[in-house]
């Protein structure tokens, strides 16, 4: 149980495009979810809370009109980077918090190189 | 504001040897403990975590990590490492309360040399 999948596990895009990447809960609902960034040997990062039917909650110094966040449903969550440039080439990583354990549970990650 | 260190950025051991990894944290009130493991291609996966009660805490493969209050650390160990076991692990916070945030250390890269 609780396994949570994210789509594309890697997407190459030129610069000034816009990539959204989607974060699946499987066989649980998750009212809140959470995206990382993880840089080359560094942990991961904190971005955002995504809470299903309302705004998500950003992290300092993450700039929330350049990542934006969709949590629609209580199984998806999406995270759009728009205008991409060669300095958001990341692993993105999401996870899904399953409340009666208060554990979160994370996904495969997403490697996003932009050109 | 809340800190996570892991001492040990990369450790090799043989196959049987013993293992300790070092974490530390700053926050001066209730906690959630978190050990996760990488392994390479993979995802995060849970190790195993401490909420409250026993201090010394088993989870999955042989693995147990002891929380010390007084010392603020939550060190992962393994009596017996195997070569599966090489894998990054990551030591994780959450403070208690209403907040939802996990804050990772940087992580300690594990080589297990059969």
């Known amino acids: 149980g609780a396994v949570v999948s994210q789509h594309p596990s890697r997407v190459i895009c030129k610069s000034g495009t816009s990539v959204k990447i989607e974060c699946r809960s499987l066989d649980f609902q998750a009212t809140t979810m959470f995206w990382y960034r993880q840089f080359p040997k560094q942990s991961l990062m904190l971005m955002a809370t995504s809470n299903e039917g309302s705004k998500a909650t950003y992290e300092q110094g993450v700039e929330k009109d350049k990542f934006l966040i969709n949590h629609a449903s209580l199984t998806l969550s999406t995270l759009t980077v728009t205008s991409a440039h060669p300095e958001d080439s990341s692993f993105y990583i999401c996870?899904?918090?399953?409340?009666?354990?208060?554990?979160?549970?994370f996904g495969p990650g997403t490697r996003l190189l932009v050109l | 504001a809340q800190s996570v260190s892991q001492h040990n950025h990369h450790v090799i051991l043989s196959e049987a040897a013993s293992l300790e990894l070092g974490c530390n944290y700053s926050?001066?009130?209730?906690?959630?403990l978190f050990w996760y493991v990488q392994y390479p291609g993979q995802h995060l996966q849970l190790l195993l975590k401490?909420?409250?009660?026993?201090?010394l805490v088993k989870g999955i493969k042989g693995f147990e990590a002891e929380f010390i209050k007084s010392k603020f650390s939550f060190n992962l160990r393994k009596p017996s490492v195997q070569w599966s076991d090489t894998a990054e692990y990551f030591c994780?916070?959450?403070?208690?309360?209403?907040?939802?945030?996990?804050?990772f250390g940087t992580g300690t890269l594990l080589a297990v040399q059969p």
């Open positions: 994780a916070v959450k403070a208690g309360g209403a907040t939802n945030k996990l804050i």
């Open positions: 401490y909420f409250s009660g026993d201090p």
């Open positions: 926050y001066g009130g209730t906690v959630n």
């Open positions: 996870s899904a918090r399953v409340l009666a354990v208060e554990t979160q549970y």
